[in-house]
């Protein structure tokens, strides 16, 4: 059941007044997890029609998620969801995965967005889209980036769920690649599964494996 106020149009109201005619929501999912892919949603919602219980992912519980899914596919104009790989992630950083799976979501697309919002502070959209709003707390408050959130969420989610088939010690099923006390015994037990972020600094403190150390990655220059 959804929680919390509704996020509204409000923004992209504002958006629209000002003669962006596209606008996309944007939210990233799995920058804290331990394990698998980051993966960042985009969104554009039509003008009129709405979905109900619509909230930021965080929000909402996995099957309430799982449920409003198709619905929010279906309402959409245009959605994508860009993923970035662990080896990705390990070979780029952080911010330079997160730019990329933000542009692989807006290519996703199939149209070109006029303006972008996004939640808090750190702008990774920029320059996939011309114009971005960064906003704090956009996903509780923006539909189209709780849209996204959702979008995200789940697809990463199922995608966790099946690497967990694969790599079963470590509950990926139900961790989702998040440190919890049963991802870090399976850690301390089993070492990283093949799919775990070997720079990190979890690998120092939760792998005491002599043979399997923590990656440390050159400094390379951003990918913009």
Known sequence: MARGRAPTRKIEQELWGSGFDTVVGIDEVGRGAWAGPL???????????????????????????????????????????????????????MADAQRLACRRAVDGLGVVPDVAVSDGKWNFVSPCVDVVEMRVKADRHCLS????????????DREMRRLSDEFPQWSFDTNKGYPCPKHKAALQGYGPSA?????????????????????????QPTLF
């Not at 980036?145 to 990463?156: D, G, P, T």
């Not at 690998?203 to 990655?217: E, Q, S, T």
Request: aromatic content about 8%; proline content about 5%.
């Open 39 to 93: 993966m960042v949603g985009a969104a554009i919602l039509p003008r009129d029609k709405r979905v109900q219980g619509v909230r930021d992912s965080k929000m909402l519980t996995e099957p309430d998620r799982e449920r409003l899914f198709d619905r929010i596919a279906d309402w959409c104009v245009a959605w994508s969801v860009g993923a970035v790989s662990q080896e990705e992630c390990d070979e780029m950083g």
């Open 195 to 219: 799919i775990h972020r070997r720079t990190w600094v979890f690998m120092d403190n939760y792998v005491p494996w002599p043979g399997v150390a923590r990656v440390y990655r050159p400094e």
């Open 145 to 156: 980036v709780a849209a996204a959130s959702i979008l995200a969420k789940v697809v990463r």
